[in-house]
């Protein structure tokens, strides 16, 4: 790259550790001389076609490595999802502050939109490297083994289930936590990796990849019930019928689209309510319990896994080599090469743009309630070290004196 | 106290620490020689009626303290609220198995248990101590500077709104978080524990100790919106209009009521969903998202504070000493000496039984929807060590070029 000033944005839904990304690009880009100037800007690509840019040249190191420890998206994000056209005004604002490496860091979406800037680019022929740094708590992104986010949002999500399961076991019932993800289960199913007695629940976990049907699920539940006295179920806020309508639909008397027509899934409690419901009215049980787990599992302070701190921050840094040493755009992609290692690629960002990863099958059981070890295999090194456990006593019965029941 | 064996059980809402407690009364007692077995009631007193008792003279010490550091009710608990020939029907049980001590790990409820089955006990001239080891979340027993549970959950809740008001922050809107709570606003006031920068959030703090009012609330919520570009909420679950209405009943079109005819509070995200609506509706805000933290508030495996870790500990440690060493029953008390040190004492029975703290006037700011100072200093050395920081860019704008906005 010649002489020139770099910007970085982040797209999308917060993570954990999205800073890492940002502190990464920062802090490896002040490395290499001919980088004038680290530009941020504000709210993802919207801060880029509205000037509004930060300039991160002179932000301490130390007040970096504190930001990058801080869950959230400290620039600012968006759910604005470029056009073509919105596109080349991204690309006017990149030429006229003579940017020449961009970096954007999100999702599907956010790689869609590099690819359509860098073509861009091509077309006029002005000198910029376009990268895509991933993240994303659904893991859904394509040829990656795993997404930067996703690591914390599932050891959120089994810390949780795993305290969730204690505690109905302490007050016996049903209990239903609805996850995150519209069209992928990894973070659903991440509810199981705590599990550790063979009765630790959850007992039922439900995945958008599996089509849900409400007859089958009362009888999952009726069965764990029956069998244990109380049941744990993991749910997908994306579960759908056959016809892939969302099962919130089924009963919410309203409900709320986005630009891009997707109903609104998250920050409302209503399909663990129907749920709950369905359960007390069709099956007879008192005492049913559902939480959303909402915004916390993306955004909590302080729960976080430190393999996901650090590959964060590595496929920050290899972003900008690639854009310094290489001769070409792309998306990171993380590789697993090890039992744990792994390797970080740049490819084409056409491979990866606007493209939806699902749960592999063998990654679910044939119940279709349920994650295989193949899963639990593949999760398991994903979420750091210190996992806390949960500990059981160990049962020794005292024999009755008045055996009055 | 004379040979004789103990007894230990939980009742009431699971906490991060209340196994604590137990492994404090099991692992102090064991030092006594005159203690000659430790039982566990499984499910609190309805595993005394039903003499569904453990023994955990033999549990290894390794165990106990694995389990102390696991959240919920190792022993299970109940909702079962004794009534005086309830207790008679524990008393039989105890004198039956020959229990000279009886420690129940409690809130106020389990205090008044403690009470009848004392009064039973002497009535019927036998040689019982029973002591009240105190925990509850919602922090309302009479006489205690705060209790044990509450330090965790209000830990739990301050990390969850530092992250909310992060993620709100990078993607803006309006961001409700409902929190348990039915008459005292304790744990919801703890949100406010991780403010930093001036316009962080929680920017609006609603608890059961003062009228809940819509139209006031809309007002709030609209003037900070009009400030900041968005609204971060805590609301307890408890809240209620001037005739004690909870405002959950005035939009639910089903309430369920428990076996004391309380209102289901916890288990729904029906008041979330209500406020949410109203703001949607009533000021034409967009994106309006609400969280119910529900069950991971109180068992949400990783989330504790140390203070409340140690404290838990020593107040059955105490418990059991009071029992060996003294000549009456009570309930242990946690008083503040210093900033920071506590000491316990033992507290009359009658004098905690049965009765609800609230949050005092000083604690609650005069706008009717905020924390004071003095609430801040009152909390802020519960949360124990280690307390993550949520971090900031330092902004530093880039001139702009094309000037397009």
Chains 1, 2 share one sequence.
Not at 72 to 78: E, M, N, P, Q, V
Request: charged residues 20%; hydrophobic residues 40%; glycine residues 10%.
């Amino acid at each position: 790259m010649t002489p020139a000033k770099i910007l970085v944005a982040q797209g999308g839904g917060p993570t954990a550790v999205i800073n890492q990304s940002l502190a990464g690009v920062v802090l490896e880009a002040r490395r290499f001389s001919n980088v004038t100037r680290v530009y941020g800007a504000h709210h993802g690509v919207r801060g880029i076609v509205n000037e509004d840019l930060f300039d991160l040249t002179h932000e301490t190191s130390h007040n970096l490595e504190m930001v990058a420890a801080t869950p959230s998206s400290a620039l600012g994000s968006t759910r604005d999802k470029p056009d073509a056209k919105y596109c080349q005004e991204i690309f006017e604002v990149l030429r006229a502050h003579e940017i020449g490496a961009f970096f954007y860091i999100g999702g599907n979406d956010s790689s869609d939109t590099v690819r359509i800037v860098s073509e861009e680019a091509k077309k006029a022929n002005y000198p910029l490297r376009a990268i895509h740094i991933p993240k994303t708590i659904d893991n859904d992104l394509v040829g990656n083994d795993h997404t930067p986010g996703f690591p914390s949002a599932a050891r959120f999500v089994a810390q949780a289930f795993a305290g969730a399961n204690l505690d109905n076991a302490a007050l016996p019932g049903v209990y239903i936590g609805v996850v995150m993800g519209r069209h992928a289960g990894f973070l659903t199913a991440a509810s199981a990796a705590c599990r550790n007695l063979p009765n630790d629940g959850p007992h039922l976990i439900y995945v958008p990849e599996r089509t849900f049907e409400v007859e089958k699920f009362l009888s999952d539940v009726k069965a764990t019930y029956d069998r244990l006295g109380r049941c744990v179920i993991a749910v997908s806020e994306g579960i759908h019928d056959a016809s892939g309508a969302p099962i919130i639909t089924k009963l919410a008397k309203q409900v709320e689209h986005d630009a891009h027509g997707n109903v609104q899934l998250s920050g409302t409690g209503a399909l663990a309510d129907l749920l709950c419901e369905e359960i007390k009215g069709k099956l007879g049980i008192k005492r049913v319990r559902g939480d959303t787990f909402g915004y916390l599992q993306r955004s909590f302070l302080g729960c976080v896994s430190d393999v996901d701190q650090h590959e964060a921050r590595e496929v920050a840094e290899k972003a900008v080599q690639y854009a310094m040493w290489g001769d070409r755009d792309g998306s990171v992609a993380i590789k697993r090469t090890g039992n744990y290692a792994v390797n970080y690629e740049l490819a084409p960002l056409e491979t990866v743009a606007g493209k939806t990863r699902v749960m592999e099958d063998e990654l679910l059981s044939s119940c279709g309630a349920n994650v295989t070890e193949a899963f639990q295999a593949y999760l398991r090194p994903l979420l750091g070290s210190g996992l806390p456990d949960a500990c059981h006593l160990r049962p020794n019965k005292v024999a009755k004196v008045l055996n009055k029941a």
